[in-house]
């Protein structure tokens, strides 16, 4: 609309000076050369918009002229990109089906048309990769690690090489001068991180996660649970050479992570050596009315060194008051019971346990009961240990696949802070084709009478370690799976 009403504008000036021009006639005449021409004034006029035309096309021929090396240059490097860029698009698509050969030759068509463009090495780079030409890959992210807009990304690539070489020392070099350049690198500061926690550096780990928080690479609460877990891990390598700063650093991971159970457990044993019971008791206490747990029932049970079979007795009982009779509450009565060589009252609190989805520790516990009590050649302890071997596992500290009875800071598999979880581990395949629940023993079983024998039934069970149980400490079931690096890796 508004290019008619410029249009129509523009028409009714050129009538209006047309109309002007013809109530005004003049002459105009031009003396040249003993020459005189002379014209009126609107002819004059005209000449001079024909001219000024005319010239303006010559000059537009000879800028064309003029300038055809250079757009014929231009026309031919834009070709010579679109050719660069479609075999890129298409390697990253080979790239990501898998097609190596495929992958290696349109990268080498990207980096001849294209040059030392950063999408053209990086797709060099993973076409080595996924060929397994290591050697070939490292050199693409040493060339990446040489242009500034890539380095970050080829130090990426370096420190994966270096990892599936083994060679932590140089993995953890890339991952500190990303980390300089990049700060905000969740990689790098995650593999700085797990160097510190490798090396036990907990105070530099300390540094790094209040660090990633500043950046906003962590919320408040993954903050708050990493710094707990550091402390403790701190606070577990000083319990036996400064036991002061241990119980200070065990007390502030309480405070951040109250579920925290190794805290918890850390900072009692340190109380109760210092002298310090009651407040020792609080803080298990504490601790086991969120989260009852067997490494918490040692702990509260050994508060006091000297004590009789019958206080930890007592203090068991405490705890199950607490707990509302939680099945770690009785299975620490049941372990201070047989201390005691009350074995009547050990039978009657794993009664319940028993009777409703038993687990290989209270059949294990039942195994030990009636060994304490007829001696190691009894047969009613060797059926009560069969059927251990055949029930469901009970819970454990598990991380990538690893199965152990201790809490540690780090997953000796990934490297991964906080890696340990509380859970039931899965069966394995012996434990999974046996008996997975007995049916309720009776009345007489319990109470010292051999349990009825189960007929076999020809299946080979694999011996797994349970909570508090002695053997092997560690079950590894580990996956490594190959990583390719790239945008957004």
Known sequence: ??????????????????????????????????????????????????????LGFVWAFARGVLNLPERLTLSSRRRRQERGYSALSRGMVAVGSGDPIAARRLAGEAERLLGAEPLALLLTAQAAQISGDRAGAERAFRRMVDDPETRVLGLRGLFVEARRQDDEASARAYALEAARLAPSVTWANEAVMEGQCADRDWTGALDTVSRRASLGLSDKAAMRRQRAVLLTASALDLEAGDPERALAQAREAVKLAPDLVPAAAVAGRLFARRGDLKRGARVVEAAWRANPHPDLARVYLDLRTGDSSRDRLARAETLARISSWHPEARFAIARA??????????????????????????????????????????????????RADRAPRDPAWCADGLVT???????????????????????????????????????????????????GNGTTTIGTLTSGATGPGVVPVSVKVPEVVGPGR
Do not use: C
């Open 1 to 54: 609309m508004w290019r008619a009403l410029a249009f129509l504008a523009l028409l009714a000036l050129a009538a209006y000076g047309a109309v002007w021009l013809a109530d005004r006639p003049g002459v105009v005449t031009v003396t040249w050369g003993g020459y005189e021409l002379a014209t009126s004034l609107a002819a004059a006029l005209v000449g001079v918009m024909v001219l000024a035309v005319v």
């Open 337 to 386: 019971a047989l201390d005691a060589r009350e074995f009547g009252r050990a039978r009657d609190v794993l009664a319940p346990l028993l009777a409703d989805q038993p687990t290989a520790r209270a059949y294990a516990l039942m195994a030990e009961i009636e060994e304490a009590e007829h001696g190691k050649n009894s047969g009613k302890a060797r059926e009560w240990q069969a």
């Open 405 to 455: 009875d201790r809490w540690a800071p780090i997953s000796p598999v990934s490297g991964r802070l906080d890696a340990f979880v509380w859970q039931t581990p899965p069966d394995l395949l012996g434990r999974a084709h046996g008996t997975a629940h007995e049916p309720e023993p009776a009345a007489s079983a319990l109470n010292g009478a051999e349990p009825a024998a189960k007929a």
